[in-house]
């Protein structure tokens, strides 16, 4: 069946004093949300969505969206909006770790898409006529209001930027959760790291990320909303994301993508938060462990892109990231993508004129990389499909949103959880990179270093 057209509309408007993005979240049910300090965008309701899965999954989804752009119409934007990615149609996106996973890949296309970034707000809309009156009218579905062009509740509680349940109408998600063992126990996953650190030894690769996954499990639906902004404001260094049913705070950018312009960021050796900082980057700077397992993640991120980018650049000396629940090594890479003359890869399409390749194209170059799988990445993969024995899911699959002028963020989904269809499950996940000397006892005490964040916005950790 032919696609609805649509038609989008783009308003800009003002958030009330001292009043962020983030804010707005307890009180809402976002279907799809990418938040960094406080700043973002938050979508809501569902005007269309595609699924997709196996090997051509990213093409799949990168041509479904380049045709659904054809059948909306955009309405001219305020001067204000003209040139701010994430404005007019967005569509947020989770593709699976593996080809080989159960689980669908995902494109969420909003009805509704509420942004604000660098003290400019907007609002857009798509409906099969949208024009102001839609507008007002998809905000009060979502419950929200606009009066005198400032975005607010509909309901006459004052927003409280601290998230004061008792001003707070959704169900707080921490009621009534209990954390359930995974797919398999803890002694599964401290043999799995003791055979990868043995496969190590004999030379048959250099690193493996092995992960695990936990359950928590609730009387009552869990409030999306309400655990999205719990995750912003304790971690507003990290990406707060939702794609799907896939949510989290991720920490690490696969690529980001303005025009011909791409940016990432690796992260690749790891210690306990609880340690004091300097004692944590003298052990991330100077173990030796540490810098391989860092080095190994860079250069195969350079060797992925390399085919689409050129002019690449890698920080050198790596830095470190200091978030409340970890710390990391970070190096952030930069580069400008490299114009063909070919869609994308669509099948007996004629040349067009040069371009960058497709943002979702350029998410499956730099995916998987050494940090979520290993090195040599073929042998990892196999590794990892015998030794961890889970279907990962959107679990460390790229994440984010991509817009209709080719702009995108997609991060790597670290840090979160799939929820269930009821919503009263999610399944939290949690990996370790793995490599000569690694400690079985150390890599599961790391793994609960990285489910913490989800675990204390659940009210389990």
Not at 339 to 348: F, L, V
């Amino acid at each position: 069946m032919p696609a609805q057209p649509l038609r989008a509309v783009s308003v800009t408007v003002a958030l009330p004093h001292d009043v962020a993005l983030t804010d707005l979240l307890p009180r809402l049910t976002p279907s799809g949300t990418w938040l960094r300090h406080g700043e973002g965008i938050v979508g809501l309701g569902v005007a269309d969505r595609a699924t997709a899965r196996g090997s051509e999954r990213f093409a799949d989804l990168a041509h479904w969206w380049e045709d659904r752009l054809a059948t909306i119409t955009e309405e001219p934007r305020p001067e204000s909006l003209q040139e701010v990615p994430g404005c007019g149609p967005v569509a947020f996106t989770s593709v699976t770790y593996s080809s080989d996973s159960a689980a669908d890949s995902v494109l969420v296309l909003p009805e509704l898409i509420l942004g604000s970034v660098a003290g400019r707000s907007w609002v857009t809309v798509l409906s099969a006529a949208a024009d102001q009156a839609d507008v007002l009218s998809a905000l009060d579905r979502h419950g929200l209001t606009l009066t005198g062009g400032v975005l607010g509740p509909a309901s006459p509680e004052p927003l409280d930027p601290a998230l004061d349940p008792a001003l707070v109408p959704p169900r707080d998600p921490r009621s009534a959760t209990a954390l359930q063992e995974g797919t398999h126990p803890t002694a599964h996953y401290l043999q799995a790291v003791e055979a990868g650190v043995q496969a190590i030894t004999e030379r048959r690769l250099e690193k493996l990320v092995l992960g695990r996954d936990v359950v928590v499990a609730s009387e009552e639906p869990l409030a999306a909303g309400r655990l999205l902004a719990t995750l912003s404001r304790d971690y507003a260094d990290c990406w707060t994301y939702r794609a799907g049913e896939v949510l989290g705070a991720t920490p690490e950018m696969l690529v980001t993508v303005r025009g011909e312009r791409m940016a990432a960021r690796v992260l690749a050796g790891t210690v306990d938060g609880t340690l004091p900082a300097e004692q944590a980057r003298a052990l991330l700077l100077e173990d030796p462990k540490q810098r391989t397992e860092h080095e190994i993640a860079v250069q195969s991120l350079l060797t992925q892109l390399a085919p689409v980018v050129e002019v690449i650049s890698a920080q050198n000396p790596p830095a470190v990231l200091e978030l409340p629940n970890v710390y990391h090594l970070s190096t952030d890479v930069t580069g400008r993508l490299v114009k063909d003359c070919t869609d994308g890869g669509r099948p007996g399409a004629a040349p067009v004129a040069p371009r960058v390749p497709p943002a979702l194209l350029v998410a499956e170059r730099a995916h998987p990389t050494a940090a979520i799988c290993g090195t040599p990445t073929a042998t990892a993969a196999e590794f990892i499909a015998r030794l961890e024995d889970l279907d990962r899911g959107p679990f460390t699959g790229p994440v984010g949103w991509l817009d209709g002028q080719g702009n995108a963020d997609f991060g790597i989904a670290l840090r979160g959880g799939v929820l269930s269809q009821d919503a009263r499950q999610v399944r939290l996940y949690a990996g370790c990179g793995i490599v000569a000397g690694s400690e079985p006892s150390s890599e599961l005490a790391e793994t609960w270093a990285k489910l913490r964040p989800m675990l204390g916005a659940l009210g389990v950790g």
